[in-house]
């Protein structure tokens, strides 16, 4: 998910720079890495302030991407842990109230890691179950330093869904390189995303990113070692996720759906270890 509005560039035209294809390779948690850090999402209530900060920075604003959401704060309408998992709601109401309102007619989530935790290189799964619903654009990510403007500082989107095509799944780097396209990425057929929960993982190493679905590859981006415009990726990333609405990737809204949820049951980091 891009933080800002790119133009239009097909991944068949992005994919032939340093990528290689993956043919249902296996991409689980390698044998040598231990778990760093996670969020299992025990308990009832909101989420854990400890390692989850709320994105609001552009709700006055207006979202990147031509989004419609206004992503609200502590609030268990949008944001709730219960049953063992996090839920992200994303509802149609307007908090006219909320000192940083923007006008939007749609409310929503945004949680990151950060300023509480940030890794270089490893392996990252999280699983969940997708909103189902025309308009939903969920997505499970990563940016680089914040004194880093975007996209020098790298991207790298594990997953997001166009609710739209909902069995789509699409994984994503962004970079210097590609700034003014919509990235190098690839994607994969899931048929039962938004019904079935689904581990989504992304192995990132100094010489490689690879982003699967279940523990299978699909995307693959090597270093091209010819610096930081191509890749920015031996820097310290946090995590995000969110539930967008509408915007340039998830198109015409169905208001029907909602309030229409996404489900997330884990969210685990592994390093290598010492």
């Known amino acids: 998910m891009s933080i800002h509005t790119v133009a239009r560039m097909s991944f068949a035209v992005a994919f ?43 709700n006055k604003t207006g979202w990147y991407n031509n989004e419609k959401q206004y992503y609200a704060v502590k609030r268990v ?36 890691t950060r300023g509480k935790a940030s890794w270089t290189y490893g392996y990252y799964e999280i699983r969940a179950r997708l909103p189902c619903g025309a308009g939903t654009w969920p997505a499970f990510w990563m ?8 996209p020098d500082n790298g991207e790298i989107d594990i997953m997001e869904q166009d609710g739209n095509a909902p069995s789509k799944i699409t994984g994503t780097i962004h970079t210097k390189a590609t700034e003014g396209t919509f990235g190098i990425g690839g994607e994969t057929t899931i048929r039962d995303a938004c019904g ?44 995000l996720i969110n539930l967008a609405i509408g915007g340039d990737m998830a198109g015409k809204i169905n208001d029907k759906i909602f309030p229409v949820s996404m489900d997330i049951d884990y969210v685990r980091v592994y390093q290598k270890a010492d």
């Open 196 to 239: 079935k929960f689904h581990t989504y993982n992304l192995t990132w190493t100094p010489k490689e990113i690879s982003i699967g679905v279940d523990e299978r590859g699909y995307f693959s981006y090597q270093n091209p070692g010819k610096g930081t415009k191509n890749w920015p990726f031996d820097t310290p990333h946090y995590l």
């Open 143 to 150: 940016l680089g330093p914040g004194e880093i403007p975007w």
């Open 16 to 58: 032939s720079l340093y990528v290689t294809p993956l043919l249902a390779q296996s991409n689980s948690v390698p044998s040598d890495y231990r778990l760093v850090w996670s969020d299992e999402f025990n308990g009832n209530g909101l989420p854990d302030p400890q390692k989850w900060v709320y994105d609001t920075e552009a």
């Open 77 to 112: 309408e949008t944001t709730k842990v219960e049953n063992g998992k996090l839920v992200i709601t994303a509802r149609k109401e307007r908090l006219t109230t909320a000192s940083d309102y923007g006008g939007q007619a749609y409310t929503s989530a945004r949680l990151i």
